[in-house]
T-cell receptor
Framework: QKEVEQNSGPLSVPEGAIASLNCTYS??????FFWYRQYSGKSPELIMF????GDKEDGRFTAQLNKASQYVSLLIRDSQPSDSATYLC???????????FGAGTILRVKS | SQTIHQWPATLVQPVGSPLSLECTVE??????LYWYRQAAGRGLQLLFY??????ISSEVPQNLSASRPQDRQFILSSKKLLLSDSGFYLC????????????FGDGTRLSIL
């Protein structure tokens, strides 16, 4: 069964620190990787996607992909209380139309 | 730009009643469309997806069904709701082609009494 695993947390970081969120996936042939942010009671919002090994930066967010080790991570620099949310990792495992989502990691940024 | 509309936002239904949730997308053509369910404190479960009008793939056998009567319209239905159908229902769209990101509507919170 194709799976995406995330630590459920909660991950607590102080305001201004770097938050590091990790995700592993089971299918070595996976091609596309996505991070979504979901505030309590709201729908998921796409914040980053990455297709190639290495780092991809967008503002305070950096996605890191290591296909050999089958993990993808999200770094949030200068964490703010408004970053407190559940972060969902999603993987496209068949280069088709479907994404497999992890259960999410709860992030709490304390001021 | 593309937008996705989903309604209603909340719904309370008795067990055994029918269900119809609607989703429409604007600003794009021939999108892939998806229905997910998220139980409280859980991840997203893909229920149905569609790559074109009248084309529906079911991921989980259950008492729900989906239809796509128009290019940018996706409907989730049930003839008789069960208590276990409670949850947060999300519609999403993506461009065609593999590996595209999905974009979600605001969701419908369904409570079965």
């Amino acid at each position: 069964q194709k799976e995406v695993e995330q630590n459920s947390g909660p991950l607590s970081v102080p305001e201004g620190a770097i938050a590091s969120l990790n995700c592993t996936y089971s299918d070595r042939g996976s091609q596309s990787f996505f991070w979504y942010r979901q505030y309590s009671g709201k729908s998921p919002e796409l914040i980053m996607f990455i297709y190639s090994n290495g780092d991809k930066e967008d503002g305070r967010f950096t996605a890191q992909l290591n296909k050999a080790s089958q993990y993808v991570s999200l770094l949030i620099r200068d964490s703010q209380p408004s970053d407190s949310a559940t972060y969902l990792c999603a993987v496209n495992m068949e280069y088709g139309n479907k994404l497999v989502f992890g259960a999410g990691t709860i992030l709490r940024v304390k001021s | 730009s593309q937008t996705i509309h989903q309604w209603p936002a909340t719904l309370v239904q008795p067990v055994g009643s029918p269900l119809s949730l609607e989703c429409t997308v604007e600003g794009t053509s021939n999108p892939n469309l998806y229905w997910y369910r998220q139980a409280a404190g859980r991840g997203l479960q893909l229920l149905f997806y569609s790559v074109g009008i009248g084309q529906i793939s079911s991921e989980v056998p259950q008492n729900l069904s989906a239809s796509r009567p128009q290019d940018r319209q996706f409907i989730l239905s049930s003839k008789k709701l069960l208590l276990s159908d409670s949850g947060f229902y999300l519609c999403a769209w993506s461009d065609t082609g593999g590996g595209q990101p999905q974009h979600f509507g605001d969701g419908t919170r369904l409570s079965i009494l």
